[in-house]
């Protein structure tokens, strides 16, 4: 079996493990371990479309 992520696929899967983790660590109820999760998932997603955005400018 050969799994082959994209850059784009790669990055959101980081995102999604590391939002798990620090919504685990970083939060004492259950809502607000989903909520802050939720949050650092978009801040990670965001963050990649905006570099990517970024780094595309630089290039031309």
Known sequence: M?????HFSAAVLFA???SV????TQ???SREMIRYGLYCFAMFVGGVIV???VMWILRR
């Open 2 to 6: 050969n799994l082959e992520l994209s």
């Open 27 to 29: 939060r004492n109820t």
């Open 16 to 18: 999604v493990f590391a």
């Open 51 to 53: 570099a990517g955005w």
């Open 21 to 24: 983790v620090f919504g685990i």
